[in-house]
Protein backbone atom coordinates (compact mmCIF):
# COMPACT_ATOMS: atom_id res chain seq x y z
CA UNK A 1 0.00 0.00 0.00
CA UNK A 2 1.44 3.42 -0.74
CA UNK A 3 1.75 5.89 1.54
CA UNK A 4 0.44 10.39 1.23
CA UNK A 5 3.25 12.67 0.56
CA UNK A 6 2.88 13.96 3.67
CA UNK A 7 5.35 12.05 6.14
CA UNK A 8 7.97 14.59 7.88
CA UNK A 9 11.42 13.01 8.69
CA UNK A 10 14.63 14.98 8.31
CA UNK A 11 16.85 14.08 5.42
CA UNK A 12 20.66 13.77 5.03
CA UNK A 13 22.79 16.09 3.44
CA UNK A 14 24.54 15.27 0.18
CA UNK A 15 27.99 15.11 0.89
CA UNK A 16 29.66 18.19 -1.11
CA UNK A 17 32.24 20.65 -0.86
CA UNK A 18 32.09 24.37 0.56
CA UNK A 19 29.84 26.90 -0.71
CA UNK A 20 31.97 29.06 -3.30
CA UNK A 21 33.30 25.64 -4.89
CA UNK A 22 29.62 24.70 -5.32
CA UNK A 23 28.98 27.63 -6.91
CA UNK A 24 32.54 27.51 -9.05
CA UNK A 25 31.25 24.02 -10.11
CA UNK A 26 27.32 25.45 -11.33
CA UNK A 27 25.72 23.07 -8.16
CA UNK A 28 22.80 24.87 -7.40
CA UNK A 29 22.78 27.01 -3.77
CA UNK A 30 22.10 25.09 -0.44
CA UNK A 31 19.79 26.42 2.36
CA UNK A 32 19.34 24.83 5.20
CA UNK A 33 15.55 25.04 7.05
CA UNK A 34 15.87 24.50 10.82
CA UNK A 35 12.42 24.50 11.91
CA UNK A 36 10.59 22.81 14.97
CA UNK A 37 7.00 22.81 12.97
CA UNK A 38 6.90 20.19 10.48
CA UNK A 39 4.18 22.09 8.21
CA UNK A 40 6.07 24.91 8.09
CA UNK A 41 9.62 23.51 7.63
CA UNK A 42 8.29 22.35 4.48
CA UNK A 43 6.37 25.26 2.85
CA UNK A 44 9.73 27.11 3.38
CA UNK A 45 11.36 24.10 1.35
CA UNK A 46 8.77 23.71 -0.76
CA UNK A 47 9.21 27.49 -1.94
CA UNK A 48 12.73 27.45 -1.78
CA UNK A 49 13.31 24.57 -4.12
CA UNK A 50 10.73 26.63 -6.47
CA UNK A 51 13.40 29.28 -6.66
CA UNK A 52 16.26 26.58 -8.01
CA UNK A 53 17.75 26.30 -4.10
CA UNK A 54 18.71 22.91 -2.93
CA UNK A 55 16.94 22.13 0.84
CA UNK A 56 17.63 20.22 3.82
CA UNK A 57 15.14 20.08 6.62
CA UNK A 58 15.45 19.89 10.34
CA UNK A 59 13.35 20.13 13.62
CA UNK A 60 16.60 21.10 15.33
CA UNK A 61 20.28 22.55 15.28
CA UNK A 62 20.62 19.65 16.95
CA UNK A 63 19.52 16.73 14.30
CA UNK A 64 22.31 18.96 12.20
CA UNK A 65 25.01 16.30 12.68
CA UNK A 66 28.04 16.69 10.76
CA UNK A 67 25.78 18.14 7.72
CA UNK A 68 27.50 21.32 7.74
CA UNK A 69 30.98 19.65 7.67
CA UNK A 70 29.49 17.64 4.08
CA UNK A 71 27.64 20.76 2.71
CA UNK A 72 28.20 24.41 3.59
CA UNK A 73 24.54 25.74 3.63
CA UNK A 74 24.59 29.23 1.56
CA UNK A 75 21.55 29.91 3.98
CA UNK A 76 20.27 29.05 6.97
CA UNK A 77 16.39 29.39 7.55
CA UNK A 78 16.36 29.41 11.62
CA UNK A 79 13.07 29.01 13.84
CA UNK A 80 13.84 31.07 17.25
CA UNK A 81 10.53 30.85 18.09
CA UNK A 82 11.16 28.12 21.18
CA UNK A 83 14.53 28.31 21.84
CA UNK A 84 16.92 31.11 22.55
CA UNK A 85 18.43 32.81 19.89
CA UNK A 86 21.61 33.48 20.92
CA UNK A 87 22.50 30.39 21.99
CA UNK A 88 21.46 28.47 18.68
CA UNK A 89 23.72 31.00 16.67
CA UNK A 90 26.33 29.56 18.78
CA UNK A 91 25.56 26.03 18.01
CA UNK A 92 25.51 26.79 14.24
CA UNK A 93 29.01 28.10 14.62
CA UNK A 94 29.96 24.97 16.60
CA UNK A 95 28.71 22.77 13.99
CA UNK A 96 30.50 24.53 11.42
CA UNK A 97 27.74 26.83 9.95
CA UNK A 98 29.02 30.25 8.87
CA UNK A 99 25.64 31.85 7.39
CA UNK A 100 24.15 33.91 6.42
CA UNK A 101 21.22 33.04 9.14
CA UNK A 102 17.94 33.77 8.42
CA UNK A 103 15.99 34.49 11.87
CA UNK A 104 12.26 33.12 11.90
CA UNK A 105 10.01 33.95 14.76
CA UNK A 106 5.99 34.21 16.16
CA UNK A 107 7.02 36.52 18.12
CA UNK A 108 9.59 39.73 17.98
CA UNK A 109 13.28 38.83 19.08
CA UNK A 110 14.71 40.68 21.94
CA UNK A 111 17.94 42.25 21.81
CA UNK A 112 18.20 41.91 18.04
CA UNK A 113 21.09 44.30 17.75
CA UNK A 114 23.48 42.15 20.58
CA UNK A 115 22.10 38.77 18.34
CA UNK A 116 23.73 40.38 15.11
CA UNK A 117 26.80 41.33 17.29
CA UNK A 118 27.53 38.01 18.34
CA UNK A 119 26.92 36.57 15.09
CA UNK A 120 29.77 39.04 13.61
CA UNK A 121 32.07 37.86 16.36
CA UNK A 122 31.44 34.27 15.18
CA UNK A 123 31.55 34.84 11.46
CA UNK A 124 27.91 34.56 10.72
CA UNK A 125 25.74 37.28 9.42
CA UNK A 126 22.12 37.77 10.93
CA UNK A 127 19.69 38.46 8.58
CA UNK A 128 16.81 40.90 9.93
CA UNK A 129 14.14 38.25 11.71
CA UNK A 130 11.06 37.52 9.39
CA UNK A 131 7.55 36.91 11.45
CA UNK A 132 5.99 33.34 11.23
CA UNK A 133 4.58 31.92 8.72
CA UNK A 134 7.06 33.53 6.81
CA UNK A 135 5.45 35.06 3.56
CA UNK A 136 6.52 33.50 -0.01
CA UNK A 137 7.23 37.43 -1.17
CA UNK A 138 9.50 37.92 1.99
CA UNK A 139 12.01 34.59 0.84
CA UNK A 140 12.09 36.15 -2.66
CA UNK A 141 13.57 38.88 -1.13
CA UNK A 142 15.84 37.42 0.94
CA UNK A 143 17.23 35.38 -2.29
CA UNK A 144 17.02 38.33 -4.23
CA UNK A 145 19.60 40.38 -1.80
CA UNK A 146 21.35 37.48 -1.20
CA UNK A 147 21.58 36.77 -5.08
CA UNK A 148 20.97 32.98 -4.94
CA UNK A 149 17.28 33.35 -6.70
CA UNK A 150 17.46 31.76 -10.26
CA UNK A 151 14.76 33.53 -12.74
CA UNK A 152 13.35 32.12 -15.91
CA UNK A 153 14.45 34.55 -18.69
CA UNK A 154 11.56 35.43 -21.28
CA UNK A 155 14.11 37.42 -23.26
CA UNK A 156 15.64 36.00 -26.60
CA UNK A 157 13.20 33.94 -29.45
CA UNK A 158 13.54 30.35 -29.59
CA UNK A 159 12.48 28.10 -32.04
CA UNK A 160 11.02 25.18 -30.55
CA UNK A 161 12.04 22.58 -33.35
CA UNK A 162 15.23 24.07 -32.86
CA UNK A 163 15.21 23.20 -29.21
CA UNK A 164 14.13 19.67 -29.79
CA UNK A 165 16.48 19.14 -32.27
CA UNK A 166 19.40 20.43 -29.56
CA UNK A 167 17.64 18.84 -27.19
CA UNK A 168 17.15 21.81 -25.07
CA UNK A 169 13.68 21.06 -23.94
CA UNK A 170 13.28 19.76 -20.41
CA UNK A 171 10.24 19.74 -17.95
CA UNK A 172 9.82 21.45 -14.36
CA UNK A 173 6.93 20.85 -12.06
CA UNK A 174 4.24 23.08 -10.42
CA UNK A 175 3.24 21.30 -6.94
CA UNK A 176 -0.31 21.07 -6.18
CA UNK A 177 -1.54 21.59 -2.72
CA UNK A 178 -4.39 20.03 -0.58
CA UNK A 179 -6.12 22.94 0.57
CA UNK A 180 -7.58 21.45 3.91
CA UNK A 181 -4.87 18.99 4.68
CA UNK A 182 -1.97 21.01 3.55
CA UNK A 183 -0.16 18.53 2.23
CA UNK A 184 1.27 17.61 -1.81
CA UNK A 185 -1.19 15.89 -3.86
CA UNK A 186 0.11 16.39 -7.63
CA UNK A 187 1.73 18.45 -9.71
CA UNK A 188 1.53 20.01 -13.03
CA UNK A 189 4.56 19.73 -15.79
CA UNK A 190 5.36 22.53 -17.72
CA UNK A 191 8.10 23.19 -20.81
CA UNK A 192 11.31 24.90 -20.91
CA UNK A 193 13.75 25.34 -23.03
CA UNK A 194 18.11 25.31 -21.69
CA UNK A 195 19.55 27.64 -24.21
CA UNK A 196 23.10 27.85 -24.51
CA UNK A 197 22.56 31.93 -24.85
CA UNK A 198 19.68 33.05 -22.75
CA UNK A 199 19.47 30.34 -20.03
CA UNK A 200 16.02 28.86 -19.04
CA UNK A 201 13.48 30.26 -21.43
CA UNK A 202 9.86 29.62 -20.73
CA UNK A 203 7.24 28.80 -23.06
CA UNK A 204 6.32 32.29 -24.46
CA UNK A 205 9.53 32.22 -26.36
CA UNK A 206 9.35 28.87 -27.92
CA UNK A 207 5.45 28.14 -28.61
CA UNK A 208 4.41 31.51 -30.13
CA UNK A 209 5.16 30.57 -33.98
CA UNK A 210 5.99 26.81 -33.37
CA UNK A 211 4.15 24.28 -36.15
CA UNK A 212 2.20 21.54 -35.61
CA UNK A 213 4.38 18.83 -35.92
CA UNK A 214 6.94 20.45 -33.00
CA UNK A 215 3.83 20.72 -30.80
CA UNK A 216 2.98 17.19 -31.15
CA UNK A 217 6.31 16.06 -30.36
CA UNK A 218 6.20 18.19 -27.45
CA UNK A 219 3.09 17.17 -25.95
CA UNK A 220 4.56 13.25 -26.73
CA UNK A 221 7.64 14.10 -24.44
CA UNK A 222 5.69 15.73 -22.01
CA UNK A 223 3.56 12.44 -21.66
CA UNK A 224 6.28 10.20 -21.81
CA UNK A 225 8.24 12.49 -18.68
CA UNK A 226 5.09 12.33 -16.59
CA UNK A 227 4.85 8.91 -16.77
CA UNK A 228 8.53 8.03 -16.17
CA UNK A 229 9.01 10.81 -13.39
CA UNK A 230 5.70 8.84 -12.09
CA UNK A 231 7.19 5.64 -12.18
CA UNK A 232 10.26 7.56 -9.77
CA UNK A 233 7.82 8.55 -7.20
CA UNK A 234 6.01 5.55 -6.96
CA UNK A 235 9.58 4.11 -5.98
CA UNK A 236 9.05 6.32 -2.85
CA UNK A 237 6.14 4.40 -1.89
CA UNK A 238 4.40 7.52 -3.30
CA UNK A 239 0.97 8.50 -5.29
CA UNK A 240 0.83 11.81 -6.88
CA UNK A 241 -1.44 12.73 -9.68
CA UNK A 242 0.41 14.57 -12.39
CA UNK A 243 -1.04 17.34 -15.26
CA UNK A 244 -0.09 17.83 -18.58
CA UNK A 245 -1.95 19.90 -21.04
CA UNK A 246 -2.64 18.77 -24.36
CA UNK A 247 -5.06 19.72 -27.42
CA UNK A 248 -7.86 17.42 -28.31
CA UNK A 249 -6.43 17.40 -31.92
CA UNK A 250 -2.95 15.84 -30.47
CA UNK A 251 -4.92 13.26 -28.64
CA UNK A 252 -6.35 12.18 -32.18
CA UNK A 253 -2.72 11.60 -33.34
CA UNK A 254 -0.85 10.44 -30.35
CA UNK A 255 -1.62 6.68 -29.73
CA UNK A 256 -1.49 7.53 -25.97
CA UNK A 257 -2.48 3.77 -24.70
CA UNK A 258 0.93 2.59 -26.74
CA UNK A 259 2.73 4.97 -24.57
CA UNK A 260 1.10 4.09 -21.67
CA UNK A 261 2.15 0.34 -21.40
CA UNK A 262 5.64 1.32 -22.81
CA UNK A 263 6.36 3.55 -20.11
CA UNK A 264 3.50 2.53 -16.87
CA UNK A 265 5.37 0.20 -14.37
CA UNK A 266 4.02 -3.46 -15.27
CA UNK A 267 0.52 -4.35 -13.59
CA UNK A 268 -0.05 -0.47 -12.38
CA UNK A 269 -3.39 0.50 -13.62
CA UNK A 270 -3.20 4.20 -11.22
CA UNK A 271 -0.77 6.01 -13.55
CA UNK A 272 -1.79 9.39 -11.95
CA UNK A 273 -1.58 10.70 -15.61
CA UNK A 274 -4.29 13.65 -16.23
CA UNK A 275 -4.94 15.47 -19.13
CA UNK A 276 -5.84 18.96 -19.18
CA UNK A 277 -7.71 20.26 -21.53
CA UNK A 278 -8.79 23.87 -21.88
CA UNK A 279 -12.88 24.59 -21.62
CA UNK A 280 -13.09 26.54 -25.43
CA UNK A 281 -11.60 23.07 -26.63
CA UNK A 282 -13.82 21.00 -24.85
CA UNK A 283 -16.96 22.86 -26.34
CA UNK A 284 -15.57 22.57 -29.91
CA UNK A 285 -16.49 19.39 -30.16
CA UNK A 286 -18.47 17.24 -27.82
CA UNK A 287 -18.95 14.07 -29.13
CA UNK A 288 -14.99 13.86 -29.98
CA UNK A 289 -14.15 13.96 -26.59
CA UNK A 290 -16.21 11.56 -25.04
CA UNK A 291 -14.90 9.22 -27.73
CA UNK A 292 -11.30 10.11 -26.55
CA UNK A 293 -12.18 10.50 -22.75
CA UNK A 294 -13.78 6.26 -23.19
CA UNK A 295 -10.70 5.09 -25.05
CA UNK A 296 -8.37 6.67 -22.69
CA UNK A 297 -9.51 6.11 -19.06
CA UNK A 298 -9.32 2.22 -19.83
CA UNK A 299 -5.69 3.25 -19.71
CA UNK A 300 -5.44 5.01 -16.63
CA UNK A 301 -5.68 8.28 -18.30
CA UNK A 302 -8.01 11.21 -15.73
CA UNK A 303 -8.96 14.50 -17.50
CA UNK A 304 -9.52 18.54 -15.98
CA UNK A 305 -11.44 21.02 -17.65
CA UNK A 306 -8.45 23.77 -17.53
CA UNK A 307 -9.67 27.64 -17.52
CA UNK A 308 -13.08 26.88 -16.20
CA UNK A 309 -15.69 29.33 -16.00
CA UNK A 310 -15.77 31.75 -19.41
CA UNK A 311 -18.66 30.45 -20.71
CA UNK A 312 -17.55 27.90 -23.18
CA UNK A 313 -19.49 25.10 -21.81
CA UNK A 314 -22.74 26.14 -20.34
CA UNK A 315 -23.86 24.38 -16.98
CA UNK A 316 -26.66 22.60 -19.23
CA UNK A 317 -24.80 20.93 -21.45
CA UNK A 318 -22.23 19.37 -18.87
CA UNK A 319 -24.33 16.22 -18.39
CA UNK A 320 -23.58 15.70 -22.40
CA UNK A 321 -20.08 15.39 -20.97
CA UNK A 322 -18.28 11.95 -19.30
CA UNK A 323 -16.94 12.64 -15.58
CA UNK A 324 -13.73 14.85 -15.39
CA UNK A 325 -11.53 14.12 -12.60
CA UNK A 326 -10.99 18.08 -11.48
CA UNK A 327 -12.04 21.38 -13.03
CA UNK A 328 -9.55 24.05 -12.65
CA UNK A 329 -10.79 27.80 -12.12
CA UNK A 330 -10.23 30.20 -14.79
CA UNK A 331 -7.14 32.58 -12.87
CA UNK A 332 -8.57 35.45 -13.29
CA UNK A 333 -11.52 34.34 -11.15
CA UNK A 334 -9.19 33.71 -8.32
CA UNK A 335 -7.11 36.59 -8.45
CA UNK A 336 -8.11 38.57 -5.18
CA UNK A 337 -11.37 36.54 -4.31
CA UNK A 338 -10.27 37.20 -0.84
CA UNK A 339 -10.85 40.46 -1.49
CA UNK A 340 -13.22 40.81 -4.33
CA UNK A 341 -16.69 39.48 -3.87
CA UNK A 342 -17.40 39.31 -7.60
CA UNK A 343 -14.91 37.08 -8.27
CA UNK A 344 -15.18 34.69 -4.97
CA UNK A 345 -18.89 34.50 -6.45
CA UNK A 346 -17.71 33.17 -9.55
CA UNK A 347 -15.48 30.89 -7.74
CA UNK A 348 -18.22 29.72 -5.70
CA UNK A 349 -19.90 29.04 -9.00
CA UNK A 350 -17.46 26.84 -10.36
CA UNK A 351 -16.76 25.11 -7.07
CA UNK A 352 -20.48 23.96 -6.93
CA UNK A 353 -20.40 23.15 -10.55
CA UNK A 354 -17.09 20.64 -10.09
CA UNK A 355 -18.46 19.28 -7.25
CA UNK A 356 -22.10 18.65 -8.33
CA UNK A 357 -20.33 16.53 -11.55
CA UNK A 358 -18.16 14.55 -8.87
CA UNK A 359 -15.29 16.31 -9.76
CA UNK A 360 -12.22 18.10 -7.49
CA UNK A 361 -12.04 22.05 -7.69
CA UNK A 362 -8.60 23.08 -8.46
CA UNK A 363 -7.58 27.05 -8.14
CA UNK A 364 -4.96 27.58 -10.33
CA UNK A 365 -2.32 31.36 -10.03
CA UNK A 366 -2.97 31.17 -6.46
CA UNK A 367 -0.47 34.17 -5.40
CA UNK A 368 -1.68 35.45 -2.13
CA UNK A 369 -2.31 33.97 1.18
CA UNK A 370 -6.00 35.65 1.64
CA UNK A 371 -6.86 34.07 -1.77
CA UNK A 372 -5.56 30.55 -0.82
CA UNK A 373 -7.83 30.87 2.71
CA UNK A 374 -11.17 32.10 0.85
CA UNK A 375 -10.99 29.07 -1.57
CA UNK A 376 -10.68 26.80 0.94
CA UNK A 377 -13.54 28.42 2.73
CA UNK A 378 -15.02 28.08 -0.23
CA UNK A 379 -15.16 24.31 -0.08
CA UNK A 380 -11.96 24.45 -3.01
CA UNK A 381 -9.98 21.08 -2.93
CA UNK A 382 -6.61 21.60 -4.23
CA UNK A 383 -4.55 25.08 -4.66
CA UNK A 384 -1.67 25.67 -7.43
CA UNK A 385 0.33 28.98 -7.96
CA UNK A 386 3.10 31.00 -6.91
CA UNK A 387 2.01 30.98 -3.31
CA UNK A 388 3.32 27.91 -2.52
CA UNK A 389 5.67 27.06 -5.14
CA UNK A 390 7.09 27.63 -8.31
CA UNK A 391 7.99 25.41 -11.08
CA UNK A 392 10.57 23.78 -10.30
CA UNK A 393 13.02 20.71 -12.27
CA UNK A 394 12.35 17.35 -12.63
CA UNK A 395 15.29 16.35 -10.40
CA UNK A 396 14.45 19.14 -7.72
CA UNK A 397 11.09 17.96 -7.33
CA UNK A 398 12.31 14.20 -7.04
CA UNK A 399 14.69 15.82 -4.40
CA UNK A 400 11.97 17.12 -2.18
CA UNK A 401 9.95 14.38 -2.07
CA UNK A 402 13.01 12.02 -0.99
CA UNK A 403 13.24 14.68 1.80
CA UNK A 404 9.80 14.16 2.70
CA UNK A 405 9.94 10.40 2.57
CA UNK A 406 13.85 9.12 2.91
CA UNK A 407 12.47 6.51 4.84
CA UNK A 408 11.00 4.96 1.76
CA UNK A 409 14.75 5.13 -0.18
CA UNK A 410 15.84 1.92 2.35
CA UNK A 411 12.80 -0.09 0.97
CA UNK A 412 13.29 -2.89 -1.12
CA UNK A 413 11.71 -2.07 -4.67
CA UNK A 414 8.45 -4.02 -4.98
Known amino acids: MTKPASVDLPPCAESTSESSAQKAAGRPPIC ?71 PMSINPITGFDLLRQQGERLGIKVLP ?46 PKINLRRKHLVGVELFARARHPRYGVVAPGAFMADADER ?28 LAVNVSVGALTKLSLPEIVREHRLPGDHDIGLILDITENE ?41 QFAEFKLNRSFVADCGSDEQ ?25 KPADAHALFRMGCDFGQGYLFAQPMTGDRFYALLRQRRPAALNQPAA
Open 282 to 322: VASDFSLVREIHAELTASGIGFAIDDFGRGYVPVARLQELP
Open 129 to 174: ALKKPVDRSMIQRVLVELKLDVQVSSAGKVELDVALREGWIEFWYQ
Open 32 to 102: FVIDRDPAHRHFMSLVLQGHGIETAVFSSVAELGDAAAHAQPDLICLDVSSVGAGETVTMLAGRGCRGPVQ
Open 343 to 367: RAALCRAVISVAHNCGSNAIGVGVE
Open 214 to 241: SILTLTEMSIIDALNIGRRISELGTRLK
